[in-house]
């Protein structure tokens, strides 16, 4: 092993997850890629155990009320590090936001742009300055006082608390107020207002009706009950005193106030199926006060330059900057600009284009400050805080990047390769893991894990320069970074043409517009182009949404249990949805299902594992419950469930763990000390199935569970697909906390592959071999072409060239991102892509072509 030099590094006895008491040294002040086939060790080594330490060390010195108050990973399982500066993480994992979290906060140049418009904006005559906060709709002082800053608001329209206006209130017209007594309470209230309950809706008085639904009053009404309407009328008339007072309540504001009250789960449930959201009627949805909105720079108020793409932003300021600029206002008054203000202004703009321009040069310059981050890709939201970083000129620290060119095109690609070498040259230590060759051959030192994953990896083989990995004879990446003689070689597979045609016509959705584009059935196609120039928007929703509505009696939903449209449980907070516009046309018996596969994570608790997601579990245990010692006991196949009472460990409930609470150092998962981790009761693991028990088989690996079940078919048909998918090192009982988006996203493709399937199946995949080695990407674009050569057809999102290269159909979208992207620029067989002059894909491919053609046997 090659020794770091004496600044760097030093790790030994790192036991991290499967890191087999791993000795290394690496150099700081460098690019360090670590690389390895996906599931080898690398996130281990990186991010489980050397940003783990620092982090560890950095909270050792806070004080020790602060720490608990913060978010902490835990400390490693490492014997020792030395040399180990403090260290930044960006991994690609999402955390938690809202749709009021949006590019602008997450960066702070919303910060800059609010303080421009205070400083330097144009008022209306006679209006007060006002400050920065009263730009942000997140504030009590900006937010606008109808919406709260949400730009949206509840409403109860008529026709759901009417649903049918032939209906009496006697015979429930008014579906949206309460049933049992407070509705009967409601409905004596009215009898004392003089309605006639038992006439039609429609034939009640319109004012009548008007304030019975809208009104906001809630007055006090006499009751009198069991009285015929007449008698009550006249009771109310002579001043009767009645057997009590009601409290009388509109009908859209009970179901408002009891959607905002009631302790009811079931009652606001209720309450929510008469709302719906609609834009706030005071700012239009603007989210901002009146006083902010009228306040402009250079013609626009700062709703509309946050709805800027970066790139038009940066080009605004740009032309302000000039030393001859004056507000388009300034002009049209013949008023100068005073001295203070063109100070103001050119310092802010600096501030601002300083902050934005990393944003641009990592290929994010098609997203815009107001564009929410929840609706941002892992890369995307990855290479803003990157960004970001770069901006807040730390010095000393080691940076740590999970895939930094995941979801890259590879034009793109450079600007990273800049930005990185940018954080190096002002002293500080990048450490990255990574899958792209074109990436990992611009690093200083490497770090190659392996030779296998799972149990197979955890081991260092190489550490050292570039050059010197091409010696090592147990390492995969080597086979892929140099044209070495052991490089794997493919066999020649011909261009399939397809046997019919897909075609969308006049789609528009996000940047697409009016866009046409046809598909080959019974093909694979690769969807290209630069980030942001609209390949997800085509393929990941634009397609299945007009498939859905044009073909709808023949596509069914995803088998895969994937929805790409998550919904918020409070509606004001997720953003409004988008509509796709657009027909689809095709031979229906070629398309009985479409499935969507990304790599969204497949569950969001330890209790959701890799056998349970995939169905292996039920059959699983149905095979416990057969054999004769459960048949004996009564047991069936539930008994075998950690999520059921009968079964499962009482202390940990079939956790397996218990959190130890330390107060001031960060919380432990420790074993349950009951079941010492199994997750269930003594009497359950007294089952036993060919010298197993249940507990047993959730700990073996894919591969092993294969040999263990060899002669139950159903069983194997599971395994077989995970390890079709290169998953044979993934336990069973894999928590799907613990597994990566590749990982994820090959699960899901598992689950669907075990099913029989008739050759009429349209699969959709958004960069399917992001998170994955190029050993890795191989077999699964196999298998992949396994899957249309048995008659289905396969259309993925992708920016490796090795892979794009083995598609059937290459369509190219672009020519640029945002606004500038949108289109289709080439299509056609990968060779004539690669020579098309305008295709920025062009280039990238035709290496990756050459580079096919020199290992075809």
């Known amino acids: 092993m090659t020794p770091a030099h004496e600044s760097g590094v030093r790790v030994r006895g790192a036991r991290e997850h499967n890191l087999r008491d791993v000795a290394v040294d690496i150099p700081r002040d460098a690019l360090v890629a670590f690389t390895g086939v996906s599931g080898s060790g690398k996130s281990s080594l990186a991010f489980g155990t050397l ?23 835990g400390a490693p399982d490492v ?112 009898i004392s207002l003089g309605y006639d309950l038992d006439i039609p809706w429609r034939d009640i008085a319109p004012d009548q009706r008007e304030w ?99 790139d038009d932003l940066a080009a605004l300021m740009r032309r302000v900057q000039e030393p001859d600029w004056i507000p388009s206002a300034s002009v049209a008054r013949g008023e100068a600009l005073a001295p203070e203000q063109r100070l103001a202004a050119q310092r802010l703009i600096s501030e601002l284009l300083v902050r934005v321009t990393p944003l641009i040069d990592l290929g994010l310059g098609y997203l815009s400050l107001d564009r929410t981050t929840i609706t941002l890709s892992s890369g995307e939201l990855q290479r803003m805080r990157l960004a970001t970083q770069v901006v807040s000129r730390l010095f000393g620290v080691v940076f740590v990047l999970d895939e930094p060119s995941a979801g890259l095109h590879p034009a793109d690609t450079e600007a990273l390769l800049r930005i990185l070498g940018t954080l190096k040259d002002t002293g500080n230590t990048v450490f990255f893991v990574e899958h792209s060759v074109d990436v990992v051959r611009h690093a200083d030192w490497i770090v190659d894990i392996g030779p296998g994953a799972g149990a197979a990896g955890g081991s260092v083989l190489y550490s050292g320069p570039l050059e010197g990995l091409r010696g090592v004879e147990q390492s995969v990446t080597r086979r892929y970074l140099f044209a070495d003689a052991d490089t794997p070689r493919t066999e020649r597979r011909p261009r399939r043409s397809g046997d019919a045609r897909l075609a969308l016509e006049n ?28 390949k997800s928007s085509l393929v990941s929703q634009a397609l299945p949404d007009l498939l859905r509505e044009s073909l709808a009696s023949d596509v069914g939903e995803s088998a895969a249990g994937e929805t790409e449209t998550a919904s918020a449980d409070d509606p004001l907070l997720g953003a409004a949805p988008i509509v796709t516009s657009g027909r689809a046309t095709g031979p229906a018996d070629r398309l009985r299902r479409v499935v969507q596969v990304s790599q969204k994570p497949i569950g969001r608790t330890p209790r959701s594992n ?24 009564r047991y069936n196949a539930s008994r075998f469930s950690f999520n059921l009472p009968s079964g499962r460990c009482p202390t940990c409930k079939g956790e397996g763990t218990m959190e130890v609470e330390l107060l001031f ?23 036993e199935l060919a010298g197993h028990t249940i507990a047993d088989v959730l700990s073996l690996s894919v591969t092993r569970a294969r040999e263990v079940f060899a002669d139950d078919p159903d069983v194997c048909r599971h395994l077989d697909a995970l390890l079709d998918v290169g998953l044979g090192y993934v336990s069973l009982g894999q928590p799907a906390t613990e597994l990566s988006g590749g990982e994820a996203q090959r699960v899901k493709l598992a689950s669907e592959l075990r099913r029989a399937t008739r050759g009429d199946t349209l699969y959709l995949l958004d960069e399917p071999t992001s998170g994955l080695h190029p050993a890795d990407a191989d077999r699964l674009i196999t298998h992949l072409q396994h899957l249309v050569d048995g008659g289905n057809t396969v259309i993925i999102v992708e ?11 290459v369509i190219d979208m672009g020519p640029g991102a945002g606004a500038a992207g949108g289109t289709v620029v080439a299509e056609g067989t990968p060779e004539s892509v690669a020579a098309h002059p305008s295709s920025p894909t062009g280039p990238y491919l035709t290496a990756a072509l050459e580079r096919r053609r020199s290992l075809r046997a």
């Not at 890799?610 to 006991?633: I, K, M, N």
């Not at 920016?799 to 159909?809: C, F, K, N, S, Y």
Request: aromatic share 8%; charged share 20%.
């Open 51 to 73: 940003y783990a330490e620092s982090q560890r060390r950095y909270f050792e010195s806070v004080a020790p009320y602060a720490r608990r108050l913060i978010e902490q990973v």
């Open 79 to 190: 014997d020792a590090i030395d040399g180990l500066p403090p260290a930044v993480a960006l991994p690609q994992q999402r955390s938690g936001g809202t749709a009021r979290s949006t590019v602008g906060s997450a960066t702070t140049i919303a910060n800059v742009v609010r303080m421009l418009f205070s400083r330097v904006g144009t008022y209306p005559d006679g209006a007060p300055m006002l400050l920065a906060e009263d730009f942000s709709t997140n504030t009590v002082q900006g937010a606008c006082p109808t919406c709260h800053g949400l730009g949206r608001v509840y409403d109860v329209p008529e026709e759901l608390m009417v649903p049918d206006e032939g209906l009496s209130i006697n015979d429930g017209a008014l579906a949206a107020w309460p049933t049992a007594w407070h509705g009967k309470q409601l409905r004596d209230s009215l």
């Open 212 to 310: 019975l639904l809208y009104t906001d009053d809630s007055p006090q009404v006499p009751v009198f009950t069991d009285r015929p309407p007449a008698e009550v009328r006249r009771a109310v008339a002579a001043g009767l005193e009645p057997r009590y007072m009601s409290t009388f309540l509109g009908v859209r504001r009970y179901v408002l106030d009891t959607f905002a009250n009631s302790k009811s789960a079931r009652m606001r449930e209720r309450a929510a199926s008469f709302m719906v959201s609609v834009e706030c009627p005071t700012c239009h949805g603007t989210r901002l006060k009146p006083d902010a909105l009228a306040v402009t720079f250079e013609g626009s108020d700062i709703t509309q330059v946050s709805s800027m793409t970066l």
């Open 507 to 534: 789609v528009s959705r996000n940047n697409l517009s009016e866009l046409s584009v046809t598909f080959p059935l019974g093909a694979l196609t690769a969807v290209t182009g630069v980030s942001g120039s609209g």
């Open 610 to 633: 890799v056998a349970t997601y995939t169905g292996l579990f039920d059959r699983v245990r149905l095979l416990f419950a057969a054999t004769p010692e459960a048949r004996r006991r």
């Open 665 to 687: 150092l960060p919380t432990v998962q420790a074993p349950c000390a009951t079941c010492g981790g199994s997750r269930y009761n003594p009497e359950t693991l007294e089952i």
């Open 799 to 809: 920016h490796d060239m090795r892979i794009v290269a083995e598609a059937d159909w």
